[in-house]
């Protein structure tokens, strides 16, 4: 079964600043769709960006964006000019390129420092 | 646009009380509907999750079960609730190949 892991629990930036949140994931499929959700403190689960595994070029979303590694099996998400409405549970999720599901990781807990 | 709506918002109940929590879908068809449950400060735990009207698959064998009696309505049901019902209850809609799920604002459920 894939799994989908986020090493980091907690990380904080200072505003205006840039930060990377890792995720790595298992699986032995070729094709599949990566994404990265962030639950702010309303906790409604936003899409900020994703990933299809055939594509080579990285995702990008105004200040959001991908380093997607597929040999490394690795998606991080890097936000720049970080603003203190980034502040937000963010996390990753894989899906199988037919499959229904979206496997998530355990999220990272992002703090934006003023 | 498409919409989702989910209700209520926040819920009290019991121990041993039944549960009903809704969800619909507008502005599309025949989407898979998603139920989940986050503990607070946790990830998202799949509890069913449905591909048409009837069909339901369960992720995980618990106290709770789900019915799709319409194309865009998916309903999370108990007949007694448990304490550890209790957290943070959301559905979710796709739609096609991609997958992208959408989120509906969440149920606070708190069992006492």
């Known amino acids: 079964a894939q799994t989908v892991t986020q090493s980091q629990p907690e990380m904080s930036v200072q505003e205006a600043e840039t930060v990377t949140l890792s995720c790595t994931y298992d699986?032995?499929?070729?094709?599949?769709?990566l994404f990265w959700y962030k639950q702010p403190p309303s906790r409604q689960m936003i899409l900020v960006i994703r990933q299809e595994a055939y594509k080579q070029q990285n995702a990008t979303e105004n200040r959001f964006s991908v380093n997607f590694q597929k040999a490394a099996k690795s998606f991080s998400l890097k936000i720049s000019d970080s603003q203190l409405g980034d502040a937000a549970m963010y996390f990753c999720a894989y899906k199988e390129e037919y499959g229904n599901k979206l496997v998530f990781g355990a999220g990272t807990i992002l703090r934006v420092k003023s | 646009s498409q919409t989702i709506h989910q209700w209520p918002a926040t819920l009290v109940q019991p121990v041993g009380s039944p549960l009903s929590l809704e969800c619909t879908v507008e502005?599309?068809?025949?989407?898979?509907l998603y139920w989940y449950r986050q503990a607070a400060g946790r990830g998202l735990q799949l509890l069913f999750y449905s591909v048409g009207i009837g069909q339901i698959s369960s992720e995980v064998p618990q106290n709770l079960s789900a019915s799709r009696p319409q194309d865009r309505q998916f309903i999370l049901s108990s007949k007694k609730l448990l304490l550890s019902d209790s957290g943070f209850y959301l559905c979710?809609?796709?739609?096609?190949?991609?997958?992208?799920?959408?989120f509906g604002a969440g149920t606070r459920l708190s069992v006492l």
């Open positions: 502005g599309t068809s025949n989407p898979n």
């Open positions: 699986t032995s499929e070729s094709d599949y769709y």
């Open positions: 979710a809609w796709s739609w096609g190949a991609l997958g992208i799920q959408y």
